[in-house]
């Protein structure tokens, strides 16, 4: 290939959606600082932060809601902004504002003539589970049921790529799994799914890729496994005849706990913490090690940032 010529990409290894180099600004707040982001097809993206991280932001320059300062913004390489393109996502956010007297068949049917190739009606209603209320008015419904035929009304059109923001707020715990098995199903048919959730068993959950944003800028972006190694620390379970207050000091001792007489220690030196507690406790019995879960992996990454995002968004409100 000559320097003259263009490489060609094979069209199915660019990705649905990319933010390069975006910023983004409110007056004095940077809201995003020139990240880099990617959604491709046939996985689920889970986008993770603190209030003010810049995680809405990220999903208004994707979905075209917003325009960026600088950088690039690309929908199925084009302009989000542009109508035609946004045809090809569903979007599903946090809060909605819809005509209380239709039914919820009718928001369904109507959302649906939106896109060229919509799934059949009952098919949508069967997938967000509101086959049984389709002929109610919205304002009849409790706001578990209200989020369930919003997110009808995201995934009527078949598109191939899907955002869906805080999605299970209100749901029960049924209708959150069947709504992780329907988003399961989604993505194994091929579709992109960006998710944004407080719920973060729910990112562990569903996620491929996790992107984990502080500051507005890109913190870490792995699989939840990956993130979860990238948290310095372990929790250490045991049954133990050692004060807890005397564990407390131990220098290799995070946080402590007790639950039912076990106390759990969140530790960054493990080797050192078992060393000095089977020393100091002959007795001690039921001894675990356990990896971090996703909460607590985000909560010790994203620490040293949760007091600069406060003061931004203080600044900002």
Known sequence: MSLHEKKIVPLDSRPLASLRKASKRYGKLVALDAIDLEVRAGEVLAVLGANGAGKSTALGLLTGRLGADAGEVELFGSDPRDPATRRGIGVMLQEVSLPD?????????????????????????????????????????????????????????????????????????????????????????????????????EADALADRVVLLAGGRVLAEDTPTGIKSRAAGKRVRARSDIPVAQIEQWPEAGKVQTSEGVVEVRSADVEGLLRRWLAADAALRDLEVRSLNLEEAFLSLTAPNAQAATIATEEFA
């Not at 059949?120 to 409790?142: F, H, N, Q, V």
């Not at 790529?161 to 959150?176: C, Y």
Request: aromatic residues 8%; positive net charge.
């Open 101 to 201: 007297t239709l039914r919820v068949a009718e928001h369904v049917r109507l959302y649906s003539g939106y896109y060229p190739k919509p799934r059949p009606l009952a098919e949508t209603l069967a997938l967000a589970g509101i086959s049984d209320i389709a002929k109610r008015s919205y304002a009849e419904l409790s706001g578990g049921q209200q989020r369930r035929v919003q997110f009808a009304m995201a995934i009527c059109g078949r598109t191939p790529l899907l955002f869906v923001d805080e999605p299970t707020v209100g749901l029960d715990v049924e209708s959150r799994r069947n709504f992780w098995r329907v988003l399961r199903q989604l993505r194994d048919e091929g579709t992109g799914i960006v998710l944004t959730t407080h719920y973060l068993e």
